[in-house]
């Protein structure tokens, strides 16, 4: 039997390719030299992050992509109904109207939360006395817990004539303002206490990265006549790009899950006007005390998963570029 | 990826801790019992006499007292994650859901056995039967939907405490008057999380009107009936025309009745029995209190929308499980209801805890029996019975009519919106939104 003429056409180009230097082999090692070598050193201190991981989070990743395509309330033996739990999700008009509101909730946070942190820490840093006192006035509202936060934001959102910002308001002839109670004010009222109560740790971020900015530079520009807007604009900014483009990046994907102040705040009210997507995902798998409806709680889910992590993957292709550049 | 570790976790851990009854080390059967919470510590003493008592006529059962209160928010998960006691109360609401889904224990062969198995109400009944007629969960209160309202606001606005309104336009106009005099809401109403859509329900009943219509095995949606239509025009109105209803409309169970406690609402429609939690968990003045029944306008169709609190076993419970558990539902819940000595203990035990005794409620039997328990407390009544006259006089003679039956919760909860737009949008089309809800309705009863 002779070999395929391919075969022998393709010897030479086999030994054309062969290196010059001939591969250096590592020895081969068996279980006891590597166990010997220190081996099973690194192995047992992964062992517990490894078990933390798995348990936690890979294994129960694992089980939402089962559970959503099963029918199930966790009690009865589950259905298997392949992708209907996700026909339904993209079938359910209130998707639309959840996806609405958190690209709603996303633009007013950028317009609303993101300048915010940026000009007080460029403020707070031109300060020449007491810049402790302000870090720590601007960090209080993250060290509340969001509940406690959220229930005196609440307070403060009362909606009656009586409330404490329609009673301030009201002082200079306004309002009163429903706050809440009302579709067209109730997702900026979510959106000034998200960002009241997540400004500070920005703040504290752009803090640090301003420290990185070399005096030298503020010299110069003083030098060649700039203006504290020309500083800002001409110094400040360039130099933390890196870090807008974080936070920028981080904050988009938080407003994505934003879940705690609408449900803590409105529960998706009124008239669905605050129902999140996050929101909707607990509303489909625990709204109902009978148990929910967990396989179109975990499509949904793995649907948000697959439109972060593009998201994400965009996020470090710019970041890339911008890096580059 | 966030979100779905969340989920995924919480629903991994929770049906990690299922259980499902066990021995002791001494072989007697091990059921667990659901404890109210947050209890003084008389109450609690007097749960572990009555625990103690059961035990030493059982001998070979051994009960574990465990703290537990249904809570919408939380039994879900305590339901899918197998960690609620072997014994728990739900309310009527979810009753027929749960037998739907076989998320409860089948205890109808143990329930037949007990003496007085065919003598319950008719109506109350149902809530905890299957289609078939049997018996899965055990009632052991019913109550009807009420008008709560404010008597010390009553009197500020100029109006008689001791003249509640007896009809949907004396509401209206009560309300006005209230909120005109005192600056308070003159009436409210629950919007969110699935109340919303219950006391529009109510609401709808007592104008004639129902949400679903069951034909043969199939259930027909008419969230959109003229009753219903009727009753949200009615609160709009309110709403609107008159600006009586306040300024929150985001109101559930617990902050509505938080709000009227502390006098910021005139009236409200809740349970008839609601005085007991009011009192206990909303430090109402005993003095502020009035309750009287709901005007029905509809004809002959109007009636009260009933509720009431199941007895049921944990689907998971073995079979001597099973057994001992009704055992003890009918000892703890049942007893109390049909034995002097059990039902003048668990009064004076209740009265000396500081909580309510003698709030209105429904017979779970028939009224014989009832009348006949209510001579026996009789001393240690605590509530302002004169007070509640007004509702008490008429609650027999107002035709109850059983909460809907098929997906019920779902449907309220299609509700809530609606309502909450009628009380948030003055252009809210009524007539459009609710065939909106009808259809997706009866999507779900389709579903089925």
Same mark, same amino acid.
């Given at each position: 039997?002779?070999?395929?003429?391919?075969?022998?056409?393709?010897?030479?180009?086999?030994?054309?390719?062969?290196?010059?230097?001939?591969?250096?082999?590592?020895?081969?090692?068996?279980?006891?030299?590597?166990?010997?070598?220190?081996?099973?050193?690194?192995?047992?201190?992964?062992?517990?992050?490894?078990?933390?991981?798995?348990?936690?989070?890979?294994?129960?990743?694992?089980?939402?992509?089962?559970?959503?395509?099963?029918?199930?309330?966790?009690?009865?033996?589950?259905?298997?109904?392949?992708?209907?739990?996700?026909?339904?999700?993209?079938?359910?008009?209130?998707?639309?109207?959840?996806?609405?509101?958190t690209l709603w909730f996303a633009v007013l946070a950028l317009l609303l939360g993101y300048p915010v942190p940026l000009v007080a820490a460029v403020l707070m840093s031109e300060v020449r006395r007491f810049k402790g006192l302000y870090s720590t006035l601007a960090y209080l509202p993250v060290v509340i817990p969001p509940?406690?936060a959220?229930?005196?934001w609440?307070?403060?959102?009362?909606?009656?004539?009586?409330?404490?910002?329609?009673?301030?308001?009201?002082?200079?002839?306004?309002?009163?303002?429903?706050?809440?109670?009302?579709?067209?004010?109730?997702m900026v009222s979510l959106v000034v206490e998200a960002t009241w109560a997540a400004a500070g740790g920005t703040i504290i971020i752009y803090l640090a990265a301003l420290t990185g900015v070399p005096p030298e530079q503020y010299e110069a520009a003083e030098i060649d006549g700039a203006s504290v807007w020309g500083k800002v604009w001409h110094v400040t900014l360039p130099r933390l790009r890196g870090v807008l483009l974080i936070t920028f990046i981080l904050q988009v994907v938080g407003t994505a899950q934003v879940f705690l102040e609408?449900?803590?705040?409105?529960?998706?009210?009124?008239?669905?006007?605050?129902?999140t997507?996050l929101?909707?995902?607990?509303?489909?798998?625990?709204?109902?005390?009978?148990?929910?409806?967990?396989?179109?709680?975990?499509?949904?889910?793995?649907?948000l998963a697959?439109v972060l992590g593009i998201l994400s993957a965009v996020y470090f292709r710019l970041t890339r570029s911008w890096s580059a550049s | 990826m966030k979100s779905?570790?969340?989920?995924?976790?919480?629903?991994?851990?929770?049906?990690?801790?299922?259980?499902?009854?066990?021995?002791?080390?001494?072989?007697?059967?091990?059921?667990?019992?659901?404890?109210?919470?947050?209890?003084?510590?008389?109450?609690?003493?007097?749960?572990?006499?009555?625990?103690?008592?059961?035990?030493?006529?059982?001998?070979?059962?051994?009960?574990?007292?465990?703290?537990?209160?249904?809570?919408?928010?939380?039994?879900?998960?305590?339901?899918?994650?197998?960690?609620?006691?072997?014994?728990?109360?739900?309310?009527?609401?979810?009753?027929?859901?749960?037998?739907?889904?076989?998320?409860?224990?089948?205890?109808?062969?143990?329930?037949?056995?007990?003496?007085?198995?065919?003598?319950?109400?008719?109506?109350?009944?149902?809530?905890?039967?299957?289609?078939?007629?049997?018996?899965?969960?055990?009632?052991?209160?019913?109550?009807?939907?009420?008008?709560?309202?404010?008597?010390?606001?009553?009197?500020?606005?100029?109006?008689?405490?001791?003249?509640?309104?007896?009809?949907?336009?004396?509401?209206?106009?009560?309300?006005?008057?209230?909120?005109?005099?005192?600056?308070?809401?003159?009436?409210?109403?629950?919007?969110?999380?699935?109340?919303?859509?219950?006391?529009?329900?109510?609401?709808?009943?007592?104008?004639?009107?129902?949400?679903?219509?069951?034909?043969?095995?199939?259930?027909?949606?008419?969230?959109?009936?003229?009753?219903?239509?009727?009753?949200?025009?009615?609160?709009?109105?309110?709403?609107?025309?008159?600006?009586?209803?306040?300024?929150?409309?985001?109101?559930?169970?617990?902050?509505?009745?938080?709000?009227? $406690?502390?006098?910021?609402? #005139?009236?409200?429609?809740? =349970?008839?029995?609601?005085? !007991?939690? @009011?009192? %206990?968990?909303? &430090?109402?003045?005993?003095?502020?209190?009035?309750?009287? $029944?709901?005007?029905?306008? #509809?004809?002959?169709?109007? =009636?009260?929308?009933?509720? !009431?609190? @199941?007895? %049921?076993?944990? &689907?998971?419970?073995?079979?001597?499980?099973?057994?001992? $558990?009704?055992?003890?539902?009918?000892?703890?819940?049942?007893?109390?209801?049909?034995?002097?000595?059990?039902?003048?203990?668990? &009064?004076?035990?209740?009265?000396?805890?500081?909580?309510?005794?003698?709030?209105?409620?429904?017979?779970?039997?028939?009224?014989?029996?009832?009348?006949?328990?209510?001579?026996?407390?009789?001393?240690?009544?605590?509530?302002?019975?004169?007070?509640?006259?007004?509702?008490?006089?008429?609650?027999?003679?107002?035709?109850?009519?059983?909460?809907?039956?098929?997906?019920?919760?779902?449907?309220?909860?299609?509700?809530?919106?609606?309502?909450?737009?009628?009380?948030?949008?003055?252009?809210?089309?009524?007539?459009?939104?609710?065939?909106?809800?009808?259809?997706?309705?009866?999507?779900?009863?389709?579903?089925?």
């Amino acid at each position: 039997m002779t070999a395929p003429p391919s075969l022998d056409a393709a010897q030479p180009v086999a030994a054309a390719v062969q290196p010059a230097v001939p591969v250096r082999r590592r020895p081969r090692r068996s279980p006891v030299t590597w166990v010997r070598g220190g081996g099973l050193g690194p192995v047992v201190f992964l062992l517990p992050m490894l078990v933390v991981f798995g348990l936690f989070s890979w294994a129960p990743i694992v089980q939402t992509v089962v559970m959503s395509v099963q029918e199930t309330n966790l009690v009865t033996d589950p259905t298997f109904v392949g992708l209907d739990n996700f026909r339904a999700v993209l079938a359910d008009p209130l998707l639309w109207t959840a996806v609405r509101n958190t690209l709603w909730f996303a633009v007013l946070a950028l317009l609303l939360g993101y300048p915010v942190p940026l000009v007080a820490a460029v403020l707070m840093s031109e300060v020449r006395r007491f810049k402790g006192l302000y870090s720590t006035l601007a960090y209080l509202p993250v060290v509340i817990p969001p509940v406690v936060a959220v229930l005196l934001w609440k307070f403060f959102y009362d909606a009656s004539p009586g409330g404490v910002f329609n009673t301030l308001l009201g002082a200079v002839g306004l309002g009163p303002v429903p706050w809440l109670q009302d579709a067209s004010t109730a997702m900026v009222s979510l959106v000034v206490e998200a960002t009241w109560a997540a400004a500070g740790g920005t703040i504290i971020i752009y803090l640090a990265a301003l420290t990185g900015v070399p005096p030298e530079q503020y010299e110069a520009a003083e030098i060649d006549g700039a203006s504290v807007w020309g500083k800002v604009w001409h110094v400040t900014l360039p130099r933390l790009r890196g870090v807008l483009l974080i936070t920028f990046i981080l904050q988009v994907v938080g407003t994505a899950q934003v879940f705690l102040e609408p449900f803590l705040f409105t529960g998706g009210g009124p008239a669905n006007s605050t129902t999140t997507i996050l929101l909707l995902i607990y509303d489909y798998a625990f709204a109902n005390s009978l148990g929910g409806d967990y396989g179109s709680a975990t499509a949904l889910s793995l649907l948000l998963a697959v439109v972060l992590g593009i998201l994400s993957a965009v996020y470090f292709r710019l970041t890339r570029s911008w890096s580059a550049s | 990826m966030k979100s779905i570790a969340v989920l995924a976790v919480a629903t991994a851990v929770l049906a990690a801790c299922s259980g499902g009854g066990a021995r002791s080390a001494d072989g007697r059967t091990v059921v667990t019992v659901s404890l109210d919470p947050g209890l003084e510590q008389g109450a609690v003493d007097a749960f572990n006499a009555r625990v103690a008592r059961f035990e030493s006529a059982n001998p070979a059962i051994d009960l574990v007292p465990r703290e537990y209160e249904w809570d919408a928010t939380t039994f879900t998960t305590q339901l899918a994650g197998g960690t609620l006691p072997d014994v728990f109360t739900v309310p009527f609401t979810d009753g027929r859901g749960l037998i739907e889904r076989e998320q409860i224990a089948d205890i109808s062969g143990e329930v037949a056995g007990l003496p007085y198995a065919g003598k319950f109400n008719e109506e109350v009944a149902k809530a905890g039967s299957a289609d078939d007629g049997r018996m899965w969960a055990v009632p052991i209160a019913a109550h009807g939907q009420a008008l709560h309202y404010n008597r010390t606001l009553f009197t500020q606005a100029g109006l008689d405490p001791d003249e509640p309104p007896t009809s949907w336009e004396g509401i209206r106009s009560a309300a006005r008057q209230i909120s005109e005099k005192t600056g308070q809401a003159g009436f409210a109403m629950m919007t969110s999380g699935n109340t919303g859509g219950w006391i529009a329900t109510t609401l709808a009943y007592a104008f004639g009107g129902r949400t679903e219509k069951l034909e043969g095995d199939t259930a027909k949606s008419t969230a959109d009936s003229a009753g219903m239509v009727k009753a949200l025009q009615a609160v709009k109105a309110m709403r609107w025309d008159d600006n009586s209803m306040g300024a929150n409309f985001l109101y559930e169970w617990g902050t509505i009745n938080q709000d009227f $406690a502390a006098g910021r609402i #005139g009236m409200y429609v809740s =349970g008839g029995g609601n005085y !007991g939690s @009011l009192k %206990a968990q909303n &430090a109402m003045k005993p003095e502020d209190y009035g309750v009287t $029944a709901l005007p029905l306008t #509809g004809g002959p169709d109007a =009636g009260v929308l009933g509720g !009431g609190t @199941l007895a %049921a076993v944990s &689907a998971g419970a073995s079979d001597p499980v099973r057994a001992a $558990a009704v055992e003890w539902i009918d000892f703890y819940y049942l007893e109390k209801l049909t034995n002097e000595d059990a039902a003048v203990a668990d &009064a004076k035990t209740t009265a000396d805890s500081g909580q309510a005794v003698g709030s209105p409620e429904l017979p779970v039997f028939d009224k014989a029996a009832f009348d006949e328990r209510m001579t026996w407390i009789a001393q240690y009544v605590n509530v302002p019975v004169e007070q509640m006259t007004p509702y008490t006089d008429r609650m027999f003679d107002q035709p109850l009519v059983p909460e809907p039956t098929r997906s019920t919760q779902q449907v309220y909860a299609l509700l809530d919106p609606v309502v909450q737009a009628v009380l948030t949008d003055r252009g809210a089309d009524v007539g459009a939104l609710l065939s909106g809800v009808q259809v997706q309705a009866q999507a779900l009863l389709d579903r089925r």
